[in-house]
């Protein structure tokens, strides 16, 4: 399984990003966690960035809504905290299953 965060250079959450994806996988051999810089809208397009950071699993953003449409942005993402820049572990948990 491949986890890939995309992001634009000067993004505030893409260290935190990483780091609860590394903790989210921790123990699992059977897991990678890449960064993908993303340098323009086009990009974010192409690779399909849903705001900066935006996390992938195997290809598929598991955080956003489907009808959504990629975006040269900040993310926020929501949980019973509030509104945060990253996910919950918890949430990636869940979503990398």
Known sequence: ??????????C???ELAED???????????VSVVRRRIR???????????????????????????DS???WACRIFFSPEGASGVPTVGQLREAIG
């Open 1 to 10: 399984m491949e986890i890939e965060i995309l992001y634009f250079e000067g």
């Open 12 to 14: 505030p959450n893409v």
């Open 20 to 30: 609860r994806a590394r903790e989210a996988t921790s123990g699992r051999s059977d």
């Open 40 to 66: 323009n809208e086009a990009d974010a397009q192409r690779w399909g960035m849903y705001g900066s950071p935006t996390i992938l699993v195997d290809g598929t953003d598991p955080f956003t809504d489907p």
């Open 69 to 71: 449409d990629a975006t």
